[in-house]
């Protein structure tokens, strides 16, 4: 870490005081809501607006999300930053209290630490998103919660943060758990926090960006894209995953359709 990103780190207020609690909450609100925007915009911008044509065979639905179904998710999605910046706030306090492993310092653990421990908690967090998500498919939880983020049958990039403020809380708090025992980078939380970001945009754009046969790639058949989580959304009792394929095909919650879809999706064109 660079000595100005040290001092960053250091100078944080004592956001146990309600005035910087406040103040940082707004902050992250700010940074949630404009990274969601932002990344969120930029897909939607690229394949729905700017380049339809080019993208247009590579659709796994048939039909198109509404006006109004964007604005739902937007309004949404917006709740739920307010969320996660409550969360992204209380774990700076329990960084400040000592609770967490957080460490400011490359050297305390080393640069091969760096990946792995991202490694790690990728995985930490995959493992807790897919028990979660099963669980909220009971009919119970699934009427009371979950229903909200499936509404979007037919999900866009908006659909990433759509959900109810309690999966919106149940989603959160994997993460500052994680960091009370596995140490960690700042950087890396950082990385880990973008790549689940855009990896919820890619899962809901509707359109496959991968290329043809990448779900036989020895790298590519690990991990989750639009027609993997098309299908969840359209067949409900499949394909519970967040960023990898591995749970489902262990538990056999992979959809029977999966790999025919992104066949069918990805042949006609491979650009």
Same mark, same amino acid.
């Given at each position: 870490m660079s000595r100005n990103t040290y001092l960053c780190f250091m100078? /944080? $207020?004592? +956001? @146990? =005081?309600?005035?910087?609690?406040?103040i940082t909450l707004v902050v992250f609100f700010a940074i949630i809501a404009g990274r969601y925007f932002l990344v969120s915009?930029?897909?939607y911008l690229v394949f729905y607006i700017w380049f339809p044509a080019k993208w247009q065979q590579r659709k796994i639905s048939k039909k198109e999300f509404s006006r109004n179904q964007l604005q739902r998710e937007i309004s949404q999605s917006l709740v739920t930053a307010v969320i996660f910046a409550f969360i992204g706030t209380a774990m700076i306090l329990l960084w400040q %209290?000592?609770?967490? %492993? /957080?460490?400011?310092? /490359?050297?305390?653990?080393?640069w091969w630490w760096l990946p792995v421990s991202l490694l790690i908690s990728m995985l930490l967090d995959e493992t807790y998103y897919y028990w979660i998500h099963r669980q909220l498919h009971k009919p119970k939880l699934f009427k009371l919660i979950h229903r909200v983020h499936h509404q979007s049958n037919i999900t866009s990039p908006w659909t990433a943060f759509s959900f109810h403020p309690l999966e919106g809380l149940l989603l959160s708090v @994997?993460? $500052?758990v994680i960091l009370i025992i596995l140490? #960690?980078?700042? +950087? #890396? !939380?950082?990385? =880990?926090?973008? !790549? #689940?970001?855009?990896?919820? +945009? !890619?899962?809901h754009l509707d359109i496959e960006v991968y290329p043809h046969r990448f779900h036989k790639h020895v790298l590519g058949k690990w991990l989750i894209g639009a027609t993997h989580h098309a299908l969840h959304h359209k067949q409900f %009792?499949?394909?519970f995953g967040l960023y990898f394929t591995f749970w489902d095909k262990w538990k056999k919650t992979e959809s029977p359709l999966f790999e025919e879809t992104f066949e069918h999706n990805t042949e006609k064109i491979n650009s």
């Open positions: 100078f /944080i $207020p004592d +956001v @146990s =005081q309600p005035f910087w609690f406040t915009g930029l897909f %209290k000592g609770y967490t %492993k /957080i460490y400011t310092s /490359i050297s305390e653990f080393g @994997s993460l $500052p140490p #960690m980078h700042p +950087v #890396m !939380i950082l990385l =880990q926090l973008t !790549i #689940m970001t855009f990896s919820s +945009v !890619i899962n %009792k499949y394909n």
